[in-house]
């Protein structure tokens, strides 16, 4: 059973960088032609996608955060990392990571991600 | 505002059914057979319910089916039961630059 879980600072200063990894168990990340994405969630609001990333390492991303957005792999360590620069409170949701892009088979329990001096 | 237009609310009594739909453009929901549809109970991570338009993964109740016409998809519950009752987002693959669009999300309530 493929398990993923979020990680990283739950609190972050505007202007920083948020940064999260997603480390995924049960299963190799590099098996099948999985893709993996970072999608959250405001707090009372709907899902936003945020980019994917195959284990070649190619990646797409919301053209709203693009110019923000770093999504990276570690085959090595079965990991996947979210950078988001320059946040705001706008930044502030609930990130999840998942396996998938448009059918996400498996979530993260999602992490709270604070943006507040 | 988000891509896909949902209903921002439906409601059912138990054993009714009830249909939730999702309007895209000709871009995403009318281009590709590329839509799914995710149930999300409150302080949970959404369940994929439906992908690729109409096809369930394995341990979905067939409660749950999904269809699609022209650049509106929808998912239809019957047989509806109170565990049913829960916030259901559409989500459609847009390509392009775009890639991945996701709806407003609508609230089911069973009566």
């Known amino acids: 059973q493929v398990q993923l879980q979020e990680s990283g600072p739950g609190l972050v200063k505007p202007s920083q960088t948020l940064s999260l990894t997603c480390t995924v168990s049960g299963g190799s990340i590099d098996s099948g032609s999985y893709s993996w994405s970072w999608i959250r969630q405001p707090a009372g609001k709907g899902l936003e996608w945020i980019g994917r990333i195959y284990t070649s390492g190619s990646t797409n991303y919301n053209p709203s955060l693009k110019s923000r957005v770093t999504i990276s792999v570690d085959t090595s360590k079965n990991q996947f990392s979210l950078k988001l620069s320059s946040v705001t409170a706008a930044d502030t949701a609930l990130y999840y990571c998942?396996?998938?892009?448009?059918?996400?088979?498996?979530w993260g329990q999602g992490t709270l991600v604070t943006v507040s001096s | 505002q988000s891509a896909l237009t949902q209903p921002a609310s439906v409601s059912g009594s138990p054993g009714q059914s009830i249909t939730i739909s999702c309007t895209g453009t000709?871009?995403?929901?009318?281009?590709?057979?590329?839509v799914s549809w995710y149930q999300q109970h409150p302080g949970k991570a959404p369940k994929l319910m439906i992908y690729e338009v109409s096809k369930r993964p394995s341990g979905v109740s067939n409660r749950f089916s999904g269809s699609k016409s022209g650049d509106t998809a929808s998912l239809t519950i019957s047989g509806l039961q109170a565990e049913d009752e829960a916030d259901y987002y559409c989500?459609?693959?847009?390509?392009?630059?775009?890639?991945?669009?996701f709806g407003g999300g609508t609230k089911l309530t069973v009566l």
């Open positions: 000709s871009s995403d929901v009318g281009s590709y057979n590329l």
């Open positions: 989500c459609s693959y847009a390509g392009g630059t775009t890639f991945v669009v």
């Open positions: 998942a396996r998938g892009s448009v059918n996400c088979d498996y």
